[in-house]
RNA sequence: GUGGGGGUAGCUCAGCAGGUUAGAGCUCCAGGUUGUGGCCCUGGUGGCCGCGGGUUCGAGUCCCGUCCCUCACCCCA
Protein backbone atom coordinates (compact mmCIF):
# COMPACT_ATOMS: atom_id res chain seq x y z
CA UNK A 1 0.00 0.00 0.00
CA UNK A 2 2.88 2.15 0.52
CA UNK A 3 1.12 5.11 1.93
CA UNK A 4 0.60 5.91 6.07
CA UNK A 5 -3.12 6.48 5.69
CA UNK A 6 -5.60 4.37 3.63
CA UNK A 7 -8.59 6.31 2.96
CA UNK A 8 -12.30 4.43 3.23
CA UNK A 9 -15.58 5.44 2.53
CA UNK A 10 -17.17 6.50 5.68
CA UNK A 11 -19.54 4.79 7.94
CA UNK A 12 -22.69 3.52 6.25
CA UNK A 13 -21.61 4.83 2.69
CA UNK A 14 -20.41 3.02 -0.08
CA UNK A 15 -18.80 2.87 -3.35
CA UNK A 16 -21.00 1.29 -6.43
CA UNK A 17 -18.42 -0.24 -8.87
CA UNK A 18 -19.49 -0.60 -12.22
CA UNK A 19 -20.86 -4.35 -12.43
CA UNK A 20 -23.21 -3.25 -9.67
CA UNK A 21 -23.82 0.44 -10.95
CA UNK A 22 -25.15 -1.15 -14.49
CA UNK A 23 -27.92 -2.91 -12.16
CA UNK A 24 -29.06 0.14 -10.36
CA UNK A 25 -29.22 1.89 -14.12
CA UNK A 26 -31.46 -0.89 -15.56
CA UNK A 27 -33.81 -0.61 -12.48
CA UNK A 28 -33.51 3.14 -12.61
CA UNK A 29 -34.48 3.31 -16.40
CA UNK A 30 -37.42 0.95 -15.65
CA UNK A 31 -38.44 3.41 -12.63
CA UNK A 32 -38.78 6.58 -15.25
CA UNK A 33 -40.39 4.61 -17.91
CA UNK A 34 -43.13 3.70 -15.48
CA UNK A 35 -43.69 6.83 -14.14
CA UNK A 36 -43.44 8.15 -17.21
CA UNK A 37 -46.37 6.32 -19.01
CA UNK A 38 -48.37 7.32 -15.74
CA UNK A 39 -48.10 10.83 -16.39
CA UNK A 40 -45.30 11.73 -13.54
CA UNK A 41 -42.72 14.45 -14.00
CA UNK A 42 -39.79 14.06 -12.39
CA UNK A 43 -38.62 16.88 -9.99
CA UNK A 44 -35.13 17.06 -8.67
CA UNK A 45 -34.69 19.17 -5.35
CA UNK A 46 -31.19 20.45 -4.00
CA UNK A 47 -29.50 17.70 -1.49
CA UNK A 48 -29.86 19.71 1.51
CA UNK A 49 -32.58 22.47 2.96
CA UNK A 50 -33.23 24.67 6.10
CA UNK A 51 -33.48 22.57 8.64
CA UNK A 52 -37.00 23.58 10.23
CA UNK A 53 -38.91 22.23 7.28
CA UNK A 54 -37.91 18.80 8.00
CA UNK A 55 -38.63 19.63 11.92
CA UNK A 56 -42.20 20.75 10.82
CA UNK A 57 -42.96 18.07 8.64
CA UNK A 58 -41.44 15.34 9.73
CA UNK A 59 -42.54 15.45 13.58
CA UNK A 60 -40.36 17.19 16.48
CA UNK A 61 -40.31 13.93 18.39
CA UNK A 62 -39.50 11.49 15.19
CA UNK A 63 -36.38 9.57 15.31
CA UNK A 64 -34.94 10.88 12.10
CA UNK A 65 -35.52 14.79 13.78
CA UNK A 66 -33.76 13.86 16.86
CA UNK A 67 -30.90 12.12 16.31
CA UNK A 68 -30.50 10.87 12.17
CA UNK A 69 -30.61 14.44 10.73
CA UNK A 70 -26.94 15.83 8.93
CA UNK A 71 -27.06 18.87 10.16
CA UNK A 72 -24.72 22.26 10.06
CA UNK A 73 -24.70 25.62 9.99
CA UNK A 74 -23.24 27.89 6.39
CA UNK A 75 -21.47 30.54 6.60
CA UNK A 76 -24.19 33.18 7.54
CA UNK A 77 -24.90 30.84 10.29
CA UNK A 78 -28.20 29.03 8.99
CA UNK A 79 -29.12 25.72 9.94
CA UNK A 80 -29.28 23.30 6.94
CA UNK A 81 -29.75 19.92 6.82
CA UNK A 82 -28.76 17.07 4.14
CA UNK A 83 -32.41 15.57 3.28
CA UNK A 84 -33.23 12.89 5.24
CA UNK A 85 -36.68 12.11 3.45
CA UNK A 86 -38.40 13.45 -0.25
CA UNK A 87 -41.82 14.34 0.75
CA UNK A 88 -41.05 17.88 2.60
CA UNK A 89 -38.66 18.70 0.01
CA UNK A 90 -40.95 18.45 -2.88
CA UNK A 91 -43.75 20.00 -1.36
CA UNK A 92 -41.64 23.08 -0.05
CA UNK A 93 -40.56 23.55 -4.31
CA UNK A 94 -44.63 22.83 -4.48
CA UNK A 95 -45.39 25.37 -2.81
CA UNK A 96 -42.60 27.71 -3.64
CA UNK A 97 -43.54 27.39 -7.31
CA UNK A 98 -47.14 27.49 -6.97
CA UNK A 99 -47.36 24.74 -8.78
CA UNK A 100 -51.07 24.44 -8.07
CA UNK A 101 -51.63 27.22 -10.36
CA UNK A 102 -50.52 25.27 -13.25
CA UNK A 103 -53.43 22.80 -13.03
CA UNK A 104 -55.32 21.06 -9.93
CA UNK A 105 -53.45 18.02 -10.09
CA UNK A 106 -49.81 17.76 -10.27
CA UNK A 107 -48.13 14.61 -10.45
CA UNK A 108 -44.34 14.17 -9.43
CA UNK A 109 -41.82 11.95 -9.07
CA UNK A 110 -38.18 11.40 -7.99
CA UNK A 111 -34.97 9.12 -7.77
CA UNK A 112 -32.48 10.98 -5.41
CA UNK A 113 -30.01 10.46 -2.57
CA UNK A 114 -30.70 10.26 1.16
CA UNK A 115 -29.09 10.38 4.41
CA UNK A 116 -29.83 9.53 7.98
CA UNK A 117 -27.32 8.96 10.33
CA UNK A 118 -28.09 5.67 11.22
CA UNK A 119 -26.36 2.55 12.59
CA UNK A 120 -25.78 0.44 9.46
CA UNK A 121 -27.29 -2.78 9.01
CA UNK A 122 -28.67 -4.82 6.05
CA UNK A 123 -30.71 -2.99 3.85
CA UNK A 124 -29.49 0.34 5.93
CA UNK A 125 -27.13 2.87 5.41
CA UNK A 126 -26.52 6.36 5.90
CA UNK A 127 -26.48 8.20 2.02
CA UNK A 128 -29.03 5.96 0.12
CA UNK A 129 -31.40 6.14 -2.86
CA UNK A 130 -35.04 6.64 -2.88
CA UNK A 131 -37.58 6.81 -5.78
CA UNK A 132 -41.05 7.93 -4.55
CA UNK A 133 -43.80 9.73 -6.22
CA UNK A 134 -46.39 12.56 -5.26
CA UNK A 135 -50.22 13.05 -6.42
CA UNK A 136 -51.23 16.41 -5.13
CA UNK A 137 -54.22 17.96 -5.33
CA UNK A 138 -57.14 14.96 -5.08
CA UNK A 139 -58.40 13.94 -1.87
CA UNK A 140 -60.15 11.10 -3.48
CA UNK A 141 -59.76 6.91 -3.11
CA UNK A 142 -59.06 6.49 -6.70
CA UNK A 143 -55.67 9.03 -6.07
CA UNK A 144 -54.57 7.01 -2.82
CA UNK A 145 -54.99 3.57 -5.29
CA UNK A 146 -53.47 5.02 -8.19
CA UNK A 147 -50.04 5.76 -5.84
CA UNK A 148 -50.32 2.40 -4.45
CA UNK A 149 -50.75 0.62 -8.33
CA UNK A 150 -47.96 2.93 -9.52
CA UNK A 151 -45.07 1.36 -6.99
CA UNK A 152 -46.67 -1.94 -7.69
CA UNK A 153 -46.48 -2.10 -10.91
CA UNK A 154 -42.93 -0.73 -10.83
CA UNK A 155 -42.03 -3.64 -8.24
CA UNK A 156 -43.17 -5.79 -10.30
CA UNK A 157 -42.05 -4.61 -13.88
CA UNK A 158 -38.45 -4.67 -11.89
CA UNK A 159 -38.95 -8.40 -11.37
CA UNK A 160 -39.72 -8.56 -7.84
CA UNK A 161 -42.75 -11.01 -7.57
CA UNK A 162 -42.32 -12.27 -3.57
CA UNK A 163 -43.58 -9.23 -2.33
CA UNK A 164 -46.62 -8.02 -0.03
CA UNK A 165 -48.76 -4.99 -0.14
CA UNK A 166 -49.86 -3.89 3.57
CA UNK A 167 -52.59 -1.44 3.63
CA UNK A 168 -54.57 0.17 6.43
CA UNK A 169 -55.93 3.26 7.46
CA UNK A 170 -55.00 5.07 10.61
CA UNK A 171 -57.78 7.84 9.70
CA UNK A 172 -58.28 12.10 9.96
CA UNK A 173 -57.36 13.55 12.75
CA UNK A 174 -60.93 13.37 14.36
CA UNK A 175 -60.87 9.63 14.41
CA UNK A 176 -57.25 9.07 15.13
CA UNK A 177 -57.68 11.24 18.57
CA UNK A 178 -60.94 9.45 19.51
CA UNK A 179 -58.65 6.20 18.67
CA UNK A 180 -55.67 7.19 21.05
CA UNK A 181 -57.84 7.92 23.89
CA UNK A 182 -59.42 4.48 23.71
CA UNK A 183 -55.73 2.57 22.87
CA UNK A 184 -53.73 4.58 25.65
CA UNK A 185 -57.19 4.11 27.85
CA UNK A 186 -56.71 -0.38 27.26
CA UNK A 187 -52.60 0.17 27.58
CA UNK A 188 -52.57 2.24 30.76
CA UNK A 189 -53.28 -0.73 33.10
CA UNK A 190 -50.82 -2.89 31.01
CA UNK A 191 -48.15 -0.19 31.62
CA UNK A 192 -45.65 -2.18 33.98
CA UNK A 193 -45.69 -5.42 31.15
CA UNK A 194 -44.47 -2.92 28.44
CA UNK A 195 -40.93 -2.03 27.22
CA UNK A 196 -39.49 1.29 27.93
CA UNK A 197 -39.52 2.72 25.02
CA UNK A 198 -43.20 1.89 24.46
CA UNK A 199 -44.08 3.55 28.13
CA UNK A 200 -42.34 6.59 26.63
CA UNK A 201 -44.67 6.22 23.61
CA UNK A 202 -47.73 6.08 25.57
CA UNK A 203 -47.25 9.52 26.36
CA UNK A 204 -45.77 10.87 23.59
CA UNK A 205 -47.02 9.14 20.45
CA UNK A 206 -49.34 5.89 21.36
CA UNK A 207 -49.99 4.57 18.05
CA UNK A 208 -46.52 3.54 17.30
CA UNK A 209 -46.64 1.02 19.87
CA UNK A 210 -48.85 -1.00 17.65
CA UNK A 211 -46.41 -2.03 15.38
CA UNK A 212 -43.92 -2.69 18.29
CA UNK A 213 -41.89 -6.28 17.13
CA UNK A 214 -42.18 -7.26 20.79
CA UNK A 215 -44.10 -10.83 20.84
CA UNK A 216 -45.17 -10.03 24.19
CA UNK A 217 -46.48 -6.68 23.35
CA UNK A 218 -48.14 -8.02 20.18
CA UNK A 219 -49.71 -10.78 22.50
CA UNK A 220 -50.72 -8.39 25.11
CA UNK A 221 -51.83 -5.36 21.74
CA UNK A 222 -54.37 -8.59 20.30
CA UNK A 223 -56.95 -7.94 22.56
CA UNK A 224 -56.68 -3.79 21.85
CA UNK A 225 -59.08 -1.58 20.24
CA UNK A 226 -59.18 -1.53 16.27
CA UNK A 227 -58.34 1.78 14.54
CA UNK A 228 -60.49 0.69 11.97
CA UNK A 229 -63.65 0.44 14.64
CA UNK A 230 -62.78 4.16 15.19
CA UNK A 231 -63.16 5.56 11.67
CA UNK A 232 -65.37 7.62 11.23
CA UNK A 233 -67.94 7.83 8.28
CA UNK A 234 -66.15 9.39 5.98
CA UNK A 235 -62.98 7.78 7.05
CA UNK A 236 -64.13 4.32 6.65
CA UNK A 237 -65.95 5.22 3.22
CA UNK A 238 -62.80 5.91 1.73
CA UNK A 239 -60.72 3.54 3.09
CA UNK A 240 -63.21 0.99 1.62
CA UNK A 241 -62.90 2.78 -1.84
CA UNK A 242 -59.38 2.04 -1.79
CA UNK A 243 -59.92 -1.56 -1.11
CA UNK A 244 -62.74 -1.55 -3.91
CA UNK A 245 -60.67 -0.15 -6.41
CA UNK A 246 -57.14 -2.23 -5.77
CA UNK A 247 -59.40 -5.20 -6.11
CA UNK A 248 -60.22 -3.88 -9.24
CA UNK A 249 -57.13 -3.16 -10.69
CA UNK A 250 -56.10 -6.46 -9.45
CA UNK A 251 -53.13 -5.37 -6.88
CA UNK A 252 -53.48 -8.29 -4.03
CA UNK A 253 -52.88 -6.55 -0.45
CA UNK A 254 -52.91 -7.78 2.83
CA UNK A 255 -54.82 -5.43 5.47
CA UNK A 256 -52.73 -4.50 8.40
CA UNK A 257 -54.16 -3.13 11.35
CA UNK A 258 -51.35 -3.03 13.30
CA UNK A 259 -49.36 -0.99 10.99
CA UNK A 260 -48.50 2.76 11.52
CA UNK A 261 -46.02 4.39 9.67
CA UNK A 262 -43.42 6.31 11.38
CA UNK A 263 -43.60 10.21 10.06
CA UNK A 264 -46.43 12.51 11.51
CA UNK A 265 -47.85 13.89 8.63
CA UNK A 266 -49.75 10.55 7.74
CA UNK A 267 -53.68 10.83 7.41
CA UNK A 268 -56.06 8.20 6.47
CA UNK A 269 -54.23 5.68 3.78
CA UNK A 270 -51.14 4.18 5.14
CA UNK A 271 -49.40 1.06 3.29
CA UNK A 272 -46.20 -0.65 3.33
CA UNK A 273 -44.72 -3.42 0.75
CA UNK A 274 -42.22 -5.94 2.44
CA UNK A 275 -40.08 -8.40 0.99
CA UNK A 276 -39.21 -11.88 2.49
CA UNK A 277 -35.81 -12.02 1.89
CA UNK A 278 -34.29 -8.41 2.33
CA UNK A 279 -32.93 -8.75 5.74
CA UNK A 280 -34.68 -7.34 9.18
CA UNK A 281 -35.62 -4.16 7.40
CA UNK A 282 -38.17 -5.58 5.48
CA UNK A 283 -40.16 -2.85 3.88
CA UNK A 284 -39.12 -1.88 0.46
CA UNK A 285 -41.56 0.88 0.17
CA UNK A 286 -43.91 2.86 2.23
CA UNK A 287 -46.02 5.87 1.57
CA UNK A 288 -49.51 7.11 2.42
CA UNK A 289 -51.68 9.76 2.63
CA UNK A 290 -51.14 13.31 3.51
CA UNK A 291 -53.71 15.80 3.56
CA UNK A 292 -52.42 18.19 6.47
CA UNK A 293 -48.65 18.68 5.48
CA UNK A 294 -48.87 21.06 2.31
CA UNK A 295 -51.03 23.38 5.17
CA UNK A 296 -48.64 23.08 7.71
CA UNK A 297 -45.88 24.06 5.61
CA UNK A 298 -47.11 27.09 4.56
CA UNK A 299 -49.20 26.63 1.55
CA UNK A 300 -52.87 26.11 1.25
CA UNK A 301 -55.00 23.54 2.28
CA UNK A 302 -54.07 20.68 -0.05
CA UNK A 303 -54.66 16.88 -0.10
CA UNK A 304 -52.30 14.40 -1.72
CA UNK A 305 -50.43 11.08 -1.72
CA UNK A 306 -47.47 9.44 -1.80
CA UNK A 307 -44.68 6.74 -1.20
CA UNK A 308 -40.90 6.22 -1.18
CA UNK A 309 -39.11 3.27 -2.12
CA UNK A 310 -35.71 1.87 -0.98
CA UNK A 311 -33.36 1.52 -4.13
CA UNK A 312 -30.87 -0.67 -2.12
CA UNK A 313 -33.45 -2.64 -0.68
CA UNK A 314 -34.87 -3.92 -3.97
CA UNK A 315 -31.41 -4.38 -5.06
CA UNK A 316 -30.97 -7.08 -2.14
CA UNK A 317 -34.44 -8.60 -2.84
CA UNK A 318 -33.43 -9.04 -6.46
CA UNK A 319 -30.51 -10.32 -6.08
CA UNK A 320 -32.29 -13.17 -4.14
CA UNK A 321 -34.94 -13.93 -6.78
CA UNK A 322 -34.19 -14.10 -10.64
CA UNK A 323 -30.53 -14.62 -11.95
CA UNK A 324 -29.52 -11.52 -13.29
CA UNK A 325 -29.84 -10.66 -17.14
CA UNK A 326 -26.83 -11.29 -18.86
CA UNK A 327 -25.56 -8.53 -20.71
CA UNK A 328 -24.14 -8.91 -23.78
CA UNK A 329 -22.85 -5.41 -25.50
CA UNK A 330 -21.42 -6.43 -28.76
CA UNK A 331 -17.97 -5.42 -28.70
CA UNK A 332 -15.46 -5.38 -31.17
CA UNK A 333 -11.60 -5.32 -29.41
CA UNK A 334 -8.86 -4.27 -31.90
CA UNK A 335 -5.32 -5.38 -31.32
CA UNK A 336 -1.75 -4.92 -32.82
CA UNK A 337 0.37 -7.45 -33.99
CA UNK A 338 3.83 -5.32 -33.45
CA UNK A 339 4.63 -1.82 -32.34
CA UNK A 340 4.30 -0.49 -36.05
CA UNK A 341 0.60 -1.30 -36.09
CA UNK A 342 -0.58 0.95 -32.82
CA UNK A 343 -1.07 3.99 -34.85
CA UNK A 344 -3.55 2.16 -37.30
CA UNK A 345 -5.28 0.28 -33.78
CA UNK A 346 -6.55 3.63 -32.86
CA UNK A 347 -7.07 5.07 -35.40
CA UNK A 348 -9.90 1.80 -36.23
CA UNK A 349 -11.08 2.24 -32.75
CA UNK A 350 -11.72 5.56 -33.17
CA UNK A 351 -13.66 4.91 -36.57
CA UNK A 352 -15.39 1.81 -35.01
CA UNK A 353 -16.84 4.14 -32.51
CA UNK A 354 -18.04 6.82 -34.20
CA UNK A 355 -20.23 4.31 -36.53
CA UNK A 356 -21.71 3.21 -32.88
CA UNK A 357 -19.90 0.20 -32.55
CA UNK A 358 -18.36 -0.12 -29.17
CA UNK A 359 -15.22 -0.63 -29.20
CA UNK A 360 -12.19 -1.19 -27.21
CA UNK A 361 -7.81 -1.28 -27.29
CA UNK A 362 -4.83 -2.43 -24.76
CA UNK A 363 -2.88 0.28 -24.47
CA UNK A 364 -0.65 -1.52 -22.57
CA UNK A 365 1.36 -2.81 -25.73
CA UNK A 366 1.06 -6.08 -24.37
CA UNK A 367 2.04 -8.93 -26.18
CA UNK A 368 -0.33 -10.49 -28.86
CA UNK A 369 -1.55 -12.90 -27.24
CA UNK A 370 -2.23 -11.21 -23.63
CA UNK A 371 -4.60 -8.67 -26.34
CA UNK A 372 -6.66 -11.29 -27.61
CA UNK A 373 -6.95 -13.24 -24.19
CA UNK A 374 -8.12 -9.69 -23.26
CA UNK A 375 -10.57 -9.72 -26.31
CA UNK A 376 -11.55 -12.76 -24.94
CA UNK A 377 -12.18 -12.14 -21.32
CA UNK A 378 -14.11 -8.97 -22.33
CA UNK A 379 -16.11 -11.00 -24.49
CA UNK A 380 -15.79 -9.72 -27.29
CA UNK A 381 -18.02 -10.54 -30.27
CA UNK A 382 -15.12 -9.76 -32.72
CA UNK A 383 -11.22 -9.50 -32.15
CA UNK A 384 -9.89 -7.26 -35.59
CA UNK A 385 -5.82 -7.74 -35.71
CA UNK A 386 -3.79 -5.51 -37.50
CA UNK A 387 -0.14 -6.15 -38.10
CA UNK A 388 2.63 -5.67 -40.84
CA UNK A 389 1.41 -7.49 -43.24
CA UNK A 390 -1.91 -6.19 -43.16
CA UNK A 391 -0.51 -2.61 -43.06
CA UNK A 392 1.03 -3.12 -46.04
CA UNK A 393 -2.37 -4.37 -47.44
CA UNK A 394 -4.82 -2.18 -45.82
CA UNK A 395 -6.49 -4.25 -44.40
CA UNK A 396 -7.22 -6.54 -41.23
CA UNK A 397 -7.77 -9.71 -39.87
CA UNK A 398 -10.93 -10.03 -38.29
CA UNK A 399 -12.03 -13.09 -35.89
CA UNK A 400 -15.42 -14.27 -34.69
CA UNK A 401 -14.49 -15.00 -31.51
CA UNK A 402 -17.08 -18.04 -30.45
CA UNK A 403 -16.52 -19.99 -33.43
CA UNK A 404 -13.08 -18.73 -34.45
CA UNK A 405 -13.17 -18.18 -37.91
CA UNK A 406 -11.62 -15.77 -39.72
CA UNK A 407 -11.26 -13.85 -42.85
CA UNK A 408 -9.22 -10.62 -44.35
CA UNK A 409 -10.93 -7.47 -44.34
CA UNK A 410 -9.94 -4.41 -46.27
CA UNK A 411 -9.75 -1.91 -43.50
CA UNK A 412 -12.29 0.38 -44.92
CA UNK A 413 -14.88 -2.10 -45.12
CA UNK A 414 -14.52 -3.26 -41.97
CA UNK A 415 -16.88 -0.44 -39.45
CA UNK A 416 -19.45 -0.44 -42.42
CA UNK A 417 -19.40 -4.41 -42.40
CA UNK A 418 -19.66 -4.87 -38.79
CA UNK A 419 -22.35 -2.11 -38.19
CA UNK A 420 -24.75 -3.86 -41.11
CA UNK A 421 -24.24 -6.79 -38.96
CA UNK A 422 -22.23 -9.01 -41.69
CA UNK A 423 -20.42 -11.56 -40.02
C1' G B 1 -26.60 4.20 22.07
C1' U B 2 -26.91 -1.61 23.22
C1' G B 3 -25.76 -6.84 21.97
C1' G B 4 -23.73 -11.12 18.68
C1' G B 5 -20.08 -12.39 14.74
C1' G B 6 -15.66 -10.95 12.16
C1' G B 7 -10.78 -8.31 10.40
C1' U B 8 -4.70 -13.09 7.12
C1' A B 9 -2.79 -11.74 -0.89
C1' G B 10 -6.83 -7.62 -5.57
C1' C B 11 -11.32 -11.34 -4.27
C1' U B 12 -13.24 -15.83 -1.25
C1' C B 13 -11.10 -18.06 2.74
C1' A B 14 -7.74 -21.96 5.50
C1' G B 15 -4.03 -21.68 9.31
C1' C B 16 -4.94 -20.81 16.20
C1' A B 17 -2.25 -27.53 21.96
C1' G B 18 2.09 -20.39 20.22
C1' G B 19 7.46 -23.07 16.98
C1' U B 20 11.73 -22.67 11.42
C1' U B 21 11.31 -18.72 5.12
C1' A B 22 2.48 -17.52 6.35
C1' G B 23 -1.01 -21.12 2.70
C1' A B 24 -5.10 -22.59 -0.99
C1' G B 25 -8.59 -21.41 -4.84
C1' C B 26 -9.80 -17.46 -8.14
C1' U B 27 -7.72 -13.09 -10.50
C1' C B 28 -3.39 -10.91 -12.69
C1' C B 29 1.58 -11.51 -15.42
C1' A B 30 4.96 -14.68 -18.31
C1' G B 31 6.18 -19.17 -20.81
C1' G B 32 4.64 -23.89 -23.21
C1' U B 33 2.49 -22.05 -29.05
C1' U B 34 9.03 -16.82 -32.70
C1' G B 35 1.44 -13.09 -35.53
C1' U B 36 -4.01 -15.38 -32.49
C1' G B 37 -8.32 -15.97 -27.16
C1' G B 38 -11.11 -19.88 -24.40
C1' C B 39 -9.28 -25.69 -22.11
C1' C B 40 -4.71 -27.72 -20.16
C1' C B 41 0.45 -27.62 -18.08
C1' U B 42 4.65 -24.83 -15.80
C1' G B 43 6.48 -20.69 -13.34
C1' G B 44 5.88 -15.79 -11.28
C1' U B 45 3.91 -10.95 -9.08
C1' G B 46 1.32 -9.85 -4.88
C1' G B 47 0.86 -10.08 2.70
C1' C B 48 3.24 -4.04 8.55
C1' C B 49 -1.72 -11.71 9.46
C1' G B 50 -6.54 -4.04 11.17
C1' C B 51 -3.61 -0.88 14.77
C1' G B 52 -1.06 -0.26 19.74
C1' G B 53 0.72 -2.49 23.99
C1' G B 54 1.63 -6.97 27.10
C1' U B 55 3.06 -12.29 28.26
C1' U B 56 6.99 -15.52 26.11
C1' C B 57 13.32 -17.87 24.17
C1' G B 58 9.54 -17.32 20.29
C1' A B 59 2.85 -14.34 18.84
C1' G B 60 -1.17 -14.45 12.69
C1' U B 61 -2.15 -17.81 16.96
C1' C B 62 -2.59 -16.14 24.13
C1' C B 63 -4.00 -11.37 27.25
C1' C B 64 -5.49 -6.05 27.42
C1' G B 65 -6.82 -1.81 24.76
C1' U B 66 -8.37 0.48 20.30
C1' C B 67 -10.24 1.17 15.31
C1' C B 68 -13.05 -0.75 11.43
C1' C B 69 -16.60 -4.10 9.05
C1' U B 70 -21.03 -6.93 9.64
C1' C B 71 -25.78 -8.70 11.64
C1' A B 72 -29.53 -7.55 15.09
C1' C B 73 -32.20 -4.12 18.67
C1' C B 74 -34.20 1.02 18.30
C1' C B 75 -36.23 3.38 14.00
C1' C B 76 -37.06 3.43 9.06
C1' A B 77 -36.84 3.03 2.65
Not at 307 to 315: H, P, S, W
Not at 340 to 355: G, H, Y
Amino acid sequence: MGSEQQFKSIKGTRDLLPEESTRVRSVETTIHDVMNRWGYGEIRTPAFEQTELFTRSVGEESDIVTKQMYTFSDQSGTSLTLKPELTAPVMRAYIEHDMARGGALTKLYYIDDLFRQERPQKGRLRQFRQFGAEAIGSPHPEQDAEIVALVYTILTEIGLDDITLHINSIGSDNSRNVFRHALVEFLTPHKSDLSETSQRRLQTNPLRILDSKSEEEQKLLKNAPSILDYLDDDDRAHYEDVKHFLERMNIPFAENKMMVRGLDYYTRTTFEITSPNVGAQDALCGGGRYDKLIEDLGGKQTPAVGFAAGIERIMLAMEQGDEDSDQKAPRVYVVAAGDAARNAVLKLTMDLRAEGISADFDSLRRSLKAQMREANRLSASHAVIIGEKELAAGTAQVKTLVSGEQDTWPLKEISSNLSSGQV
